[in-house]
């Protein structure tokens, strides 16, 4: 069965700490591992794909990494607006075109 | 582009009561999905549709729960009768294609309370 699972829950940095999310994921033939961001009272924003080991993605003070394992979500120098909840999801070979979602890391940036 | 919309943005309804969400996808895309999202158990597939047409429903969690796509512009999730366990925040999302980049495009949610 997919499963995924991100760590830590919650994260606290300042301002500039820069740090790393984890996302671990067992999966039959990954087809994408994929990074969302979600504001409180939003829906799911859409921020990388992933699709083999080695890959990496960047977008301002983001950056994805993927191995045969799991992702990182990089964060260089974080800003207070960068707070948010991260969702890590994949698609594997045998699950058509479901997205299997993990529970997400909540992360505060304070100034 | 106005993106997903979702309407009612909040629902509370007692328990037994019938409650419909609605969505209409972004233009041109041809796959439209529905989500669950609770505390416990995370955000959920429901069931998606490609063309109107419904692909998979295998995480609907029962007969209660029913989806329609009548036309490309419009999608119901259709709860009867609802139960206090149903309290979430239902998401519906879009796509041109789930395959390449799979963006799926999410709309704002609506937080269904049912009492």
């Known amino acids: 069965e997919d499963q995924v699972t991100q760590s830590p829950e919650a994260l606290r940095l300042q301002e500039g700490e820069s740090s790393s999310l984890n996302c671990s994921y067992t999966?039959?033939?990954?087809?994408?591992l994929f990074w969302y961001r979600q504001d409180p009272g939003k829906g799911p924003e859409f921020l990388f794909t992933?699709?083999?080991a080695g890959e990496e993605k960047e977008k301002e003070r983001l950056k994805a990494t993927l191995t045969k394992k799991e992702s990182f979500l990089h964060i260089t120098a974080p800003k207070p607006e960068d707070s948010a909840t991260y969702l890590c999801?994949?698609?594997?070979?045998?699950?058509?075109?479901?997205?299997?979602f993990g529970s997400g890391t909540r992360l505060l940036v304070r100034p | 582009d106005a993106g997903v919309i979702q309407s009612p943005r909040h629902e509370v309804t007692e328990m037994g009561q019938e409650v419909t969400l609605r969505c209409k996808p972004i233009?041109?895309?041809?796959?439209l999905f529905w989500y669950r999202q609770t505390m416990m158990r995370g955000l959920e597939l429901l069931i998606y549709?490609?063309?109107?047409?419904?692909?998979?429903d295998s995480g609907m969690p029962e007969d209660r729960f029913s989806a329609k796509m009548p036309n490309a512009s419009f999608s119901t999730l259709k709860i009867q009768p609802s139960e206090p366990r149903d309290s979430a925040v239902y998401f519906c999302?879009?796509?041109?294609?789930?395959?390449?980049?799979?963006?799926?495009?999410f709309g704002p949610g609506t937080r269904l309370t049912v009492l």
């Open positions: 999966v039959s033939g990954l087809r994408g």
């Open positions: 233009s041109g895309h041809d796959y």
């Open positions: 549709f490609n063309n109107n047409v419904p692909i998979d």
């Open positions: 999302a879009s796509s041109l294609r789930p395959g390449g980049a799979n963006e799926q495009f």
């Open positions: 992933l699709y083999s």
């Open positions: 999801a994949v698609r594997g070979a045998d699950s058509s075109y479901k997205l299997i």
